[in-house]
Each structure stands twice: as C-alpha cells, then as structure tokens.
C-alpha cells in the first residue's frame, strides 16, 4: 500500500526580508491550518528571522526554530494555490518570480520597528502584529 497523496494546498506569504511578518504568518498558518496547507514564507531578499519573532510565537505554543529566511527566487517556476502579499511595499516584486495561476491576496500589516523603544514595548508591538496577523488568518482562511 502506497502513501496516500498529499491534497493540501500550497501557500506562500511574501514580504520585504521574510523576517518578521511573512515568517509570523507562516508559524501561525501552520499551527493553524497545517492540516490543510502546506506553508512556505520569504522575501525580496532574505533578511534572517528577527528573534522577536521566535519569541512572541513561543509565547503561544509555536516553535518556528526549523524555519529560515528565504528569498523569493528559490520558489521561482513554483505552483501555489494562494500567493499571500503582506506588505504594500514588495507586492509586484515578489509575485514576479511566481507562476501566475494561484490566487492571490494582498493584507498590508504595519512594520513593526525596534527604533528608540524599550523591550517590553517592543514586544508589545510584536504581540500586536501576531495578533492581528493570527485573527486575519483565521477569517480569510477557515473555510479554504
């Protein structure tokens, strides 16, 4: 007996560096809807995972250790069924490498900056963007 196909859907969440929003994105799309997708993530160019990152998804229970920063060229010529732009900035950059077929839809998040703040209202604001990131996810994609 042969392994069964996988019928998951491929998703990609593209931003500017593929540190902050698009990885979020893909931690949360696993832990939520991995059953159904199979998630990639990455960027204009790679930027590497910005470590308050990993921290407001440990917080809920989400290990993204095993992710990296990519570059959307490693996904050139790949099909995906949803092509998810995070970020107003990068959108047509991105999408170009891409086939074409796949659905696309674009959620601009606000950039969280580390600039002139302390830790805790770094974190805050990190906590924020997972949040609204986590709530998006779960409208746009619970009946896909």
Not at 33 to 37: E, I
Not at 84 to 97: A, H, I, K, N, Q
């Given at each position: 007996?042969?392994?069964?196909?996988?019928?998951?859907?491929?998703?990609?969440?593209?931003?500017s560096?593929?540190?902050?929003?698009?990885q979020i994105?893909e931690?949360l799309m696993?832990d939520l809807?991995?059953?159904?997708?199979d998630v990639?993530?990455?960027g204009?160019a790679s930027?590497?995972?910005n470590?308050?990152?990993?921290?407001?998804?440990?917080e809920?229970?989400?290990?993204?250790s095993?992710?990296r920063?990519?570059s959307v060229?490693e996904?050139?010529g790949?099909?995906?069924?949803?092509?998810?732009?995070?970020?107003?900035?990068?959108?047509?950059?991105?999408?170009?490498?891409?086939?074409?077929?796949g659905v696309h839809?674009?959620?601009?998040f606000?950039a969280?900056t580390?600039?002139g703040?302390?830790e805790?209202?770094?974190?805050?604001n990190f906590r924020?963007?997972?949040?609204?990131?986590r709530a998006?996810?779960?409208v746009?994609f619970?009946d896909?």
């Open positions: 007996m042969g392994k069964a196909p996988d019928t998951r859907k491929n998703i990609i969440f593209l931003c560096y593929n540190s902050v929003r698009s994105a931690g696993k809807y991995g059953d159904r997708f990639c993530s990455a204009v930027g590497g995972i470590p308050y990152t990993v921290k407001v998804l440990r809920k229970g989400i290990d993204i095993g992710q920063s990519k060229t996904y050139k790949r099909h995906f069924d949803y092509i998810v732009t995070l970020c107003d900035s990068s959108g047509p950059t991105l999408t170009r490498y891409l086939s074409d077929d839809i674009h959620q601009n606000t969280v580390e600039l703040a302390d805790e209202v770094i974190l805050n924020k963007l997972r949040d609204e990131i998006w996810l779960l746009q619970r896909s």
